[in-house]
């Protein structure tokens, strides 16, 4: 995707008529694979060598959440209880180490860059426990979420308590860039957010405000924290833009794979219900590309699919048209300018690693 790949810190959005056309005629049997950049070396599993440097991880964070009262530290804690793959702060200690080797040949992650990771995470978290309060939504993760136990209200203070004990922890790396790098990600959010409660009537418009709003809700986190734990490992400007467009690539990629699994998965392999999206009044990739084929589509995305028997019929057009294969094709493009910018660095375990994380956000099915 090198037309995404411009060279700052923004979101790269294709050109409409691209993201578009050239996307939506690419027939599926034409889908790309990442693979053919990668080499035919054996490599080690990622997230075993990226956990290695995240043990007792989530009893760190825990540290970090010094509540005393007995029911706010169990709402706070409840979704750090270890049972996720952690996919960010693997990302962003491999991104440590792939710079760290880049630079001086060191194999050993700074205490501030395993925080960078830890901060990563609660900022994740508390975000999803303020999704959830928005979205009223029921699960997460395969179990109820905090506002479904405790109410809105106690859900609402917790994600704002986890976001906090972040601030104190990120204030502790005591580096004003790297504050400023992360703050930008909450920001983003909140953006983001905002973004997800509107709508545009343009259908082209439409497309670069999903991708914005995919950019600032997803990938933001992801990009500012590698380009964070970059600039406490190397002082070279590139090798920060490197990891900055790579983590932005991943990101976009991994969200556009979420979009396609609300509607090919099953909710019990989710974890969360399926079609969520849709009786959200959201329309993702899928919708928005099967849009192309169905026009009628139009009017379900302007009323935000609000009407009795309108998220059945918006599933049922995006399964019978090709809106997941234009959106999965879409997301191996955002993995190949990934895999193209982390390949400038210099050779390393991790850096191998994480290319190989490009295919496995590809693959996931959950």
Known sequence: MCHLAQRSSTLAVPKIDQAFGRFHHTSASHLCSCSKTVSDEKYQDPFQL?????????????????????????????????????????????????????????????????????????????????????????????????????????????????????????ARIGNTTIVSVLTQVIEDLVRGEFLQLGSKENENERFAHYLEKTFKKTASLIANSCKAVSILGCPDPKVHEIAYQYGKNVGIAFQLIDDVLDFTSCADHLGKPAAADLKLGLATGPVLFACRQFPEMNALIMRRFSKPGDVERARKYVLQSDGVQQTTYLAQRYCHEATREISKLRPSPEREALIQLTEMVLMRDK
């Open 50 to 170: 990226g956990r290695k440097d995240l043990k007792n991880l989530y009893e760190d964070i825990k540290k970090e959440l010094l509540v005393s009262a007995a029911e706010f530290k169990e709402m706070c804690e409840y979704y750090f209880d270890g049972k996720g793959k952690a996919f960010r702060p693997v990302i962003v200690v491999l991104m440590a180490r792939a710079c760290n080797i880049h630079h001086n040949n060191s194999r050993e992650v700074q205490a501030s860059q395993r925080s960078v990771a830890i901060i990563a995470e609660m900022i994740h978290t508390a975000s999803l426990v303020h999704d959830d309060v928005i979205d009223d939504a029921n699960s997460r993760r395969g179990k109820m979420t905090v506002n479904q136990i405790w109410g809105e209200r106690k859900a609402v203070l917790a994600g704002d308590f986890i976001l906090s004990a972040a601030s104190v922890a990120l």
